[in-house]
């Protein structure tokens, strides 16, 4: 079930940003002092941290790319590496409610 909750909390937060331009990105996210760009790429290193975790690898800094519109396929991706890892229940749903956590402060 939580690999469903993960996919869901994934597809809700693209669903809310995937159609932002630089200047929505750039914005400070609610609540903070950080742009919304820097909480969802802070968001995508820690779910690629925790499937390198289950995966027994090393973790590895998620590359910075130009463009923050490019934040929400990075996001997929490391949210797929995670659920392909087979991680157990309580890491999937964790990362959902970080997930949630980030949308709610966008």
């Avoid at 914005?27 to 969802?40: E, I, K, M, W």
């Amino acid at each position: 079930m939580s690999a469903a909750e993960l996919d869901r909390a994934v597809t809700s937060l693209v669903r809310q940003v995937g159609h932002w331009q630089q200047p929505r990105w750039a914005a400070v996210a609610t609540g903070g002092n950080v742009s919304r760009a820097d909480l969802v790429h802070k968001l995508v290193q820690e779910v690629a941290d925790l499937a390198a975790d289950a995966e027994g690898e090393p973790r590895r800094d998620v590359p910075r790319l130009a463009h923050p519109m490019a934040l929400p396929d990075q996001l997929r991706v490391v949210a797929a590496d995670l659920v392909a890892a087979g991680p157990p229940e309580a890491v999937l749903a964790g990362a959902a409610a970080l997930v949630a956590a980030t949308r709610g402060a966008l």
